[in-house]
């Protein structure tokens, strides 16, 4: 069990610029989670699906900020004309449909 | 709103010794509550987690957490740390019907020799 995979790790965009990032669930985890994490406001809920679905949205920012979950092995976080502000960890997180949640070790944004 | 406070952003403790972590949450019935840990440039591990029944509850390499529903707290204990508990850990809190987590703003714990 490799774990919950994001891909990259680290990412460096120019201001303007679109940034996609990855997760790969545990296989078998019907729920995935996304969140981010700053050091002024700590960590933030973004999204959630369940068997693909989209659930949960309301930690997303209205504008610039998507995400989907095309088939059960992987998500995406696309965020269109990256701001400095939306300099982060992004933390995807899966589990099998229960309360405990298995994280991801995160991808790193910045924004220059 | 669910609201999560952990009061100590920095706690230094020598090795051997006993740590407790507070963790106080706002909520009208009673949410499941989770400590996970985070070790430097990787994701958070779950160490435990109440959803109901014995306050005191056992978790990974140590670490147990009782709830208060009194108190509205969960808070974290050890009775010896080791150096390699240094990390930051963080309460959250999910509720009834919604599975998404809240975090307190996580507390960095530092053991020294």
């Known amino acids: 069990n490799a774990g919950v995979i994001q891909t990259p790790r680290h990412k460096v965009t120019g201001k303007g610029q679109e940034a996609t990032l990855w997760c790969e669930p545990i296989s078998g985890h019907s729920a995935v989670f996304w969140y981010r994490q700053t050091i002024v406001q700590g960590l933030e809920f973004l999204t959630y699906?369940?068997?693909?679905?989209?659930?949960?949205d309301s930690g997303m920012p209205k504008e610039r900020f998507s995400a989907q979950m095309p088939n059960q092995s992987h998500s995406t976080l696309k965020i269109q004309s990256t701001q400095p502000q939306d300099s982060a960890v992004y933390l995807c997180a899966s589990s099998t449909g229960g309360r405990e949640v298995f994280f991801g070790k995160g991808t790193r944004l910045t924004v220059v | 709103a669910q609201s999560v406070t952990q009061p100590d952003a920095r706690v230094t403790v020598s090795e051997g010794a006993s740590l407790q972590l507070r963790c106080k949450y706002s909520?009208?019935?009673?949410?499941?509550l989770f400590w996970y840990v985070q070790y430097p440039r990787q994701g958070l591990q779950l160490l435990l987690k109440?959803?109901?029944?014995?306050?005191v509850v056992q978790g990974v390499n140590g670490f147990e957490a009782e709830f208060s529903k009194s108190n509205s707290s969960f808070h974290l204990r050890k009775a010896s740390v080791h150096w390699s508990d240094s990390a930051v850990y963080f309460c959250?809190?999910?509720?009834?019907?919604?599975?998404?987590?809240?975090f307190g703003a996580g507390t960095r714990l530092k053991v020294i020799a």
């Open positions: 109440y959803y109901s029944g014995d306050p």
């Open positions: 909520y009208s019935a009673t949410p499941y």
């Open positions: 699906f369940r068997n693909q679905a989209p659930i949960d």
């Open positions: 959250a809190v999910s509720r009834t019907g919604n599975y998404k987590y809240v």
